[in-house]
C-alpha cells in the first residue's frame, strides 16, 4: 500500500513545494557564460567603445529573455541539482558532496565576482553560503521547512578564490520548531577559513 501522506515538508508553513528542472543542457551553457560574464564585469579594463559593444549584447540578451519571465518556481534557476550552485547565478558554484542526515558536504569554488579586496573573497559572500548550507542540513535530517532565525559567521582566515573549498554543515541539536545548526569552511589543507552557527525556525502552518 502507498503512503500517500503529505510529507513533513508539505506539512507546515506555507512554503511552496518545488521540484526539480530539467531545462537542457542550453542552461547549463547559459549559466556557464554567465558566470565567467559575471567574473569579467567586475575585472576586465576594455576602452570606451568595447563597453558600448557588450552594453549593446547584454541588452539583445534582455530583450531575448525578458518574454520568457516567469514565477518563482516556474524557471530552472535554483532548481536543478545537476547543475553547480543548483542552477542559480546568485550562488556560488557548488556541487554536494554529501548529503545525510548527520550532515552536509559542498565542495565550493570562488571567483573574481566573489572579490571583496586583495583577491580575496568578500565577507559578506560567506554568510550566504551558510545560509544555504544551513537549509541543506535542515532538508537532509528530515526536518520540516524552516526559516533563518540567526546567523554568526566567525572569520578565521582569508578565503580564497580559484581554490575548490569545502564546506559541512550539521545539527548541533533541536528543540521543537528549534534546530541549532553549524558550519565550517576549510582550504585543501584542512585549514578552518570560517564557521557558523544559526538557529533555524519551522515554520508554522501558513508562515510564508
Given at each position: 500500500m ?6 513533513v515538508?508539505e506539512q ?5 513545494v518545488?521540484?526539480?528542472?530539467d531545462?537542457?543542457?542550453g ?5 556557464t ?12 579594463d576594455?576602452?570606451s ?6 552594453a ?6 534582455v530583450k531575448l529573455l525578458?518574454p ?8 530552472p ?10 542552477g ?5 558554484p557548488?556541487?554536494v558532496?554529501k ?5 552536509v558536504?559542498l565542495?565550493?569554488e ?6 571583496g579586496g ?6 559578506g559572500?560567506?554568510?550566504?553560503l551558510?545560509d544555504?548550507?544551513?537549509?541543506m ?9 524552516s526559516?533563518?532565525a ?17 564546506a559541512?554543515g550539521?545539527?548541533?541539536e ?10 565550517e569552511?576549510r582550504?585543501?589543507?584542512e585549514?578552518?577559513?570560517?564557521e557558523?552557527n544559526g538557529l533555524?525556525l519551522?515554520?508554522?502552518?501558513g508562515q510564508p
Open positions: 502507498t503512503d500517500e501522506r503529505p510529507s515538508f507546515h508553513g506555507g512554503f511552496p518545488f521540484e526539480s528542472a531545462p537542457g543542457p542552461f547549463a551553457r547559459f549559466l557564460a554567465m558566470r565567467r560574464a559575471q567574473d569579467l564585469a567586475v575585472s576586465a576594455p576602452d567603445d568595447t563597453w558600448d559593444d557588450a549593446d549584447r547584454v541588452e539583445e540578451l525578458a520568457y519571465e516567469a514565477a518563482e518556481g516556474v524557471g534557476a535554483n532548481r536543478v541539482p545537476s547543475l553547480p550552485g543548483v542559480s547565478l546568485l550562488m556560488p557548488f556541487t558532496s548529503f545525510e542526515p548527520e550532515g558536504e565542495k565550493v570562488f571567483s573574481r565576482f566573489h572579490v586583495n583577491y580575496a573573497v568578500h565577507g559572500v560567506l554568510p550566504l551558510f544555504s548550507v544551513f537549509g542540513v535542515i532538508h537532509a535530517a528530515g526536518r520540516p521547512i526559516r533563518t540567526f546567523l554568526h559567521v566567525d572569520y578565521r582566515k582569508v578565503t580564497p578564490i580559484d581554490t575548490v573549498l569545502t559541512r550539521w545539527v548541533r533541536s528543540e521543537g520548531r528549534k534546530a541549532f545548526v553549524n558550519a569552511l582550504d585543501p589543507d585549514n578552518l577559513l570560517a557558523a533555524m519551522r515554520l508554522l502552518p
